[in-house]
């Protein structure tokens, strides 16, 4: 139970880091298309032409590192069900393991409760025996 609930937590952080991923992903492509929107939109006079060539060299990074994190995210989203995967046959490999080990304590708790019982029994079959020694010995010991 505890390897289940591991797999399910290891499964619960990838799927946040996809989480966070797809949220850097939208938000570098709002500010690629609200700086290629500002370009678009500004009338170029001659003097401003140096800016408009730095805003455009700006969204290109952006396009750049836009699809450099999505192709990252992708990856990332390819891995997973090798990943769940894996954690299920291990999940799998680790119950199969606790069911041989609850196997194997019950198998020693019944032979040790036998070894338990029959040590009883040889003290019980050893204090009557003793008993019945000390009774004949006090008896012999009387008859002279």
Do not use: H, W, Y
Request: hydrophobic share 40%.
């Amino acid at each position: 139970m505890l390897v289940a609930a591991g797999a399910l937590v290891c499964a619960s952080l990838q799927q946040q880091k996809v989480q966070a991923l797809k949220l850097q992903v939208n938000r570098v492509q709002a500010a690629a298309q609200a700086a290629f929107n500002t370009a678009n939109n500004l009338r170029i006079p001659k003097d401003v032409s140096a800016d408009l060539a730095s805003l455009e060299a700006t969204v290109n990074k952006l396009r750049a590192a836009n699809e450099a994190r999505q192709q990252s995210f992708n990856e990332e989203i390819k891995k997973l069900p090798a990943l769940e995967n894996r954690l299920a046959e291990q999940a799998t490999a680790l119950a199969s393991k606790q069911t041989e080990l609850d196997r194997e304590i019950k198998s020693f708790q019944a032979t040790e409760e036998k070894r338990f019982s029959t040590t009883i029994t040889v003290l019980k079959n050893q204090d009557r025996i003793l008993r019945q020694l000390v009774e004949r010995n006090s008896e012999s010991s009387k008859e002279p």
